[in-house]
């Protein structure tokens, strides 16, 4: 076999050569279904994921779970848990949340033991009320009398709160407190019955005269009195210039009085040369 060298930065670039004959079809290729739904009618070939892991339909099927091996072969398993990466940097604070809703009230605890009986106490006071003269009283009796408290020192019974023997005081009565305001006056109580009659008193001083009332009313007509006693008759007057007259033949002059029906008239006759002039009547 001889070895022959070709200096290649001589000559030029040769033509480019013919395409070569189409290769053979490769095999059919997997068709990616997304996500195992238990609904959909797989065929051959088809891929999908599930829990992680991804698998190849091996024969047409619908609803036949991937752990199915006569109807799914296994491409890629789940893979174990990473590393847990790096911590990041801090974030930033967030906004304080609402108020988050009042939790249930606990179930009742269990009652505690009963503790341990406590030192006894030294014997108190013991209270007995307003002081009463026929009461046994012991010592550390407490009683008030007059607004004042004491404490009975010894056995006593009938020995009163001012025997400094049996008593001590305790506390003192206080001090008058300042005077309240007036209250607000009270509603007006009811009329009481009318006494007696008191005593006629002594007689006033007679008052100023009061302004004279206004004049009344004008009254009825009173009946007609009594006809007063016949006047004296006048003295005649001188003749008039008419013909005298005479009633019965006695003359008749000015001014003659009759009575009628026991009414006092007077009567006037005017006569002049032509007769009676006229007759005036008047009546009281």
Known sequence: ???????????STGATGATGATGPQGPEGLVWRSTYNAATAYVIDDAVAYLGESFVCVQ???????????????????????DTGAAGPQGATGNTGSQGATGNTGSQGGTGNTGSQGIQGE??????????NATAYSGDDVTSEGGKTFICIQPSTGNNTGNASYWSLVADDGDDGATGATGAAGATGATGAAGDDGDDGATGATGAAGATGAQGATGSQGATGAAGATGAQGATGAAGPGTAMTVDGAPIGVAQYMTVDSIQKTVTFSIDAAGLNGIQMQFP
């Not at 014997?123 to 009463?132: P, R």
Request: charged share 15%.
């Open 60 to 82: 047409a099927g619908t609803g036949q779970a991937t752990s199915n091996a006569a109807y799914w072969a296994k491409l890629a398993a789940k893979g174990t848990t990473g």
């Open 123 to 132: 014997k108190g006071m013991d209270w007995k009320g307003a002081y009463n």
């Open 1 to 11: 076999m001889a070895l022959v060298i070709f200096d290649v930065n001589d000559g």
